[in-house]
């Protein structure tokens, strides 16, 4: 049915992710090893986190380009709360990632009830909540956090670092959601024909105030991962973070146009590129090179996929 | 029937006829295509002479658009052979085709709206000076000429295309592939979006080109422009060649018959049983300027017709008891009870359906599945706990395909890949599923062939049996005659007159609508 339609990129890029996990491992005896793996699993996992969200607003045909703002603003929020207000540091995270997911919510909100572009509206606010981020931390760093909340970007269980467990359990209930409930059916509606959607009597607006309110809050929980990965808080924080994530989430074959992706091909995605970043630099490979060959690969999987797109005819 | 006795030239013959064979602009031989797997087009010959018109006909789904795609060099066939002037050739892009001397009108009009109308004309082929630059009075003055030839001397060659109305945009085609120096035009139901004024001025410009030799293949279902213009009609049925014929040799029953393969009851299917209780009631229910003050109720078991001309606010209306633009003032009852219907998805769950006007935009979702459409308006009752059952949407689409005779090749395929009359057929099975017991029909047999208007009719005859509250919206006046219990005329958002179905006479029902346009102007 639908679900093999929309498998044939996965299916190319999977091909594509393993021959370049292969090409790598023998370029570099460090790369294969399940420390370095697993370290690498460490680095994706904040990308990874906002790039499910921004799935499913790519495939109803919008995009977030705020999810970086959103990302520093609630770093920022978190050590304001924790350090300048006083609060517990626990009330501090959960307070500071309600800010971030009402931040979203915003996006969202401006998008459905004022029509604004997506692009523009995110635009707008990727501006906004940097500069707020920015005048908020006055240019100061918070640090000194205590260690137990290091746990959260530093520490494992059962020898898998922390946030890869999040990691995985996001991506299943992502995907889940996306793949098998009356939601995912909707965002992909919304996606492919958003006036026969409404015809259809699904909830629109509301359906996309829910993704964007979701791209909100998973961009505050990467960032609380991440503060605690680098155990300081700074106001530039997940800046660029967008392009990285919309990056992986296109090379996994999610329409821009809208109507079409899946959290697997997001997945596969992610991977791929964190495979060649890190395989690629351990080969000896200069940085500049590095990203030379993504932006081959991206443009190769596309016009891949596009082969595929045509060949299906209709 | 009659399938195959007139497919003249077949494979024995064509080879010995080739090298006597005049010359045609464009020949058909014993074409066929196949869309994944799937015969669309089987054995077909068609060829034209210059200074003919070829009407080439058939139910959608027949096959027309895939002949004609395959003339323009958009599909290429998998068997057969196309000759220009007797020599085959092959046609691997739309450029071959120009080059050719083959253009088309298509259905959908593909000119530039930010462009000029001299702009449109010579796209792509633009006159150019001895320096290379584009010679802007060479094109205006060519421009001008040709537009006068095809008695459009009213047209400004200055003018953005995009401000111009349907007639004059198809105009400017005409006179792009007169540009090209086609001798072969295809044009596609060019009637199809036009109102009666264009439609007799096309009909003296396709007259007017037959006489300077031009060739033209005329696709349409209206059989009247058939007689009046075509010197031989072909007819397709399930992509096969059913026959060739002059004009004069055939009549309207005859060519229904060989394009259904069976003879249609062209009446409209009796009413059943009685009308029941008042099932939907507006009172005084108005949205901004486009619906005023409209009154009225609707039965179970009756067919009510809105009567009315284009923008009179019928579609409006339909739009705001289906909850899209909700009520400013008045109120809205279904079923006796007052209820604030402002939304899609609460008009459907009191029981309302909506079957839009516009198919493509507003009735279905193109690029996804039959099964994925009919299950859209149905989710929450097709889940099994969280998760949406596919089982069950397989089954539902399967249902619907049986029960509607939906010509597909089974629940995955693809809403696009149908033709209009199926997908019309998929838009009324996503909101049957919905169990609905007022059902609100915005032309519901437009731009559909007769066989499934037919089916469509008796259909809403039989929903009314079974006790459905119908309210039809149709700009084409037997229809709503045929069909209707009661009729209601609109114009300016009002309701203008009303009339029982003994009442509404053609004469009484049009000059109700027309009237209403009058006063409106007056006012």
């Keep these: 049915m639908t679900l093999s339609r ?94 971030g997911t009402f931040a979203g919510w915003v996006n969202g909100f401006i998008i459905t009830r004022f029509r604004v572009p997506p692009l523009i509206a995110t635009l707008a606010t990727l501006a906004l909540y940097r500069g707020l981020a920015e005048g908020i931390s006055e240019a100061r760093s918070v640090r000194g956090y205590p260690e137990w909340f290091f746990f959260f970007g530093q520490g494992e269980v059962l020898g898998v670092p922390f946030q890869l467990w999040i990691l995985g359990i996001a991506t299943v209930i992502a995907a889940v959601i996306l793949g098998l409930t009356p939601f995912g059916r909707a965002t992909y509606a919304i996606g492919a024909n958003e006036t026969a959607a409404r015809f259809s009597g699904i909830r629109v607006n509301a359906t996309k105030l829910w993704i964007y309110a979701a791209a909100g809050f998973l961009s505050a929980l990467a960032a609380v991962i991440f503060v605690s990965r680098v155990t300081t808080t700074r106001s530039d924080m997940g800046t660029g973070l967008e392009l990285d994530v919309i990056t992986g989430v296109v090379l996994g074959g999610t329409s821009i146009f809208g109507g079409r992706g899946t959290i697997i091909g997001t997945v596969l995605g992610l991977i791929l590129i964190q495979a060649l970043k890190n395989g690629l630099a351990l080969s000896g490979v200069k940085g500049d090179g590095t990203i030379v060959v993504i932006g081959l690969v991206l443009i190769g999987a596309i016009l891949a996929g596009a082969l595929f797109d045509k060949n299906r005819g209709g | 029937m009659g399938s195959g006795t007139q497919s003249a030239p077949s494979q024995e013959g064509h080879a010995a006829t080739a090298e006597a064979a005049p010359s045609y602009p464009i020949e058909l031989r014993g074409i066929s295509k196949s869309f994944a797997g799937i015969k669309v087009v089987s054995n077909v010959n068609f060829d034209i002479k210059p200074g003919e018109v070829h009407a080439l006909m058939g139910e959608n789904g027949a096959g027309k658009s895939t002949v004609i795609k395959i003339m323009a060099g958009l599909h290429q066939a998998d068997e ?57 009075a060479a094109m205006r003055s060519r421009a001008r000429q040709l537009l006068n030839s095809l008695d459009s001397h009213d047209l400004d060659i200055d003018q953005k295309v995009g401000n111009l109305s349907v007639g004059n945009r198809q105009r400017i085609e005409i006179a792009r592939a007169l540009a090209q120096d086609a001798r072969v035009l295809v044009m596609d139901e060019p009637t199809a979006a036009l109102a009666e004024a264009d439609v007799q001025r096309l009909m003296t410009i396709v007259r007017n ?68 209780d008042v099932a939907l009631e507006l009172r005084n229910v108005s949205h901004g300027t486009a619906v005023r003050d409209i009154s009225l109720s609707l039965r179970r078991g009756e067919i009510l017709g809105l009567a009315g001309l284009v923008g009179s606010g019928r579609t409006e209306t339909a739009l705001t008891i ?21 939304s899609p998805e609460m008009a459907r769950d009191l029981g309302i359906a909506y079957i839009p006007e516009d198919r493509g935009q507003q009735g279905l979702i193109k690029a996804q ?86 089916e469509i009719h008796q259909l809403m005859r039989k929903l009314a049996g079974e006790g459905m509250a119908i309210l039809m919206i149709s700009s084409e006046l037997p229809e709503v005659l045929g069909m209707s219990d009661r009729v209601l005329v609109m114009g300016g958002g009002r309701i203008l007159a009303e009339f029982a179905s003994e009442d509404a006479t053609a004469e009484a029902v049009g000059a109700a609508m027309t009237s209403s346009t009058i006063k409106e102007i007056a006012a």
């Design chain 2, 369 to 454: 599945s039959i099964e994925d459409n009919i299950a859209l308006a149905n989710l929450k009752r097709l889940m099994r706990g969280w998760f949406v059952d596919v089982a069950q949407v397989t089954a539902e689409a399967r249902n619907a395909i049986t029960r509607f005779g939906i010509r597909a090749r089974g629940p995955e395929q693809l809403v696009r890949q149908l033709s209009g009359g199926n997908q019309q057929k998929v838009v009324l099975g996503k909101w049957l599923a919905t169990n609905p017991r007022i059902l609100i029909m915005d032309e519901p047999t437009r731009g559909i062939d007769v066989g499934a208007k037919a």
């Design chain 2, 322 to 342: 289906f909850g899209i633009t909700p009520a400013t003032a008045g109120e809205i009852r279904v079923d006796g009870k007052v209820e604030a219907i402002n």
């Design chain 1, 6 to 99: 929309w498998l044939r990129h996965e299916t190319i890029l999977a091909v594509l992710t393993i021959i370049a996990l292969i090409v790598l491992a023998i370029l570099s005896d460090k790369f294969f090893t399940t420390e370095n793996l697993l370290n690498q699993g460490r680095l994706m996992s904040e990308v990874g986190l906002v790039a499910l969200a921004m799935t499913f607003v790519i495939v109803t045909g919008g995009i977030d380009l705020s999810v970086g703002s959103i990302l520093g603003l609630t770093a920022i929020l978190l050590g304001v709360f924790w350090k300048n207000v006083g609060l517990p540091l626990p009330a501090a995270i959960v307070l500071a990632v309600a800010c």
């Design chain 2, 209 to 276: 080109l037959r006489a300077r030799g031009v060739a033209i293949v005329y696709v349409s279902h209206r059989m009247p422009e058939i007689f009046a213009l075509a010197d031989r009609v072909t007819v397709l049925r399930d992509g096969q060649h059913v026959a060739t014929k002059p004009v004069s040799e055939v009549d309207e029953a005859k060519l229904v018959a060989m394009m259904v393969g069976r003879s249609i009851d062209r009446l409209y299917p009796a009413k059943q049983g009685k009308n029941g």
């Design chain 2, 80 to 136: 057969g052979e196309i000759r220009v002037n007797g020599k085959a050739v092959r046609f691997a892009s739309p450029r071959d085709a120009h080059h050719a001397g083959i253009a088309t009108v298509h259905q959908e009009l593909l000119l530039f709206p930010e462009l000029t109308v001299a702009e449109n004309i010579f796209l792509g082929q633009t006159p150019k000076t001895s320096l290379g630059t584009i010679d802007w």
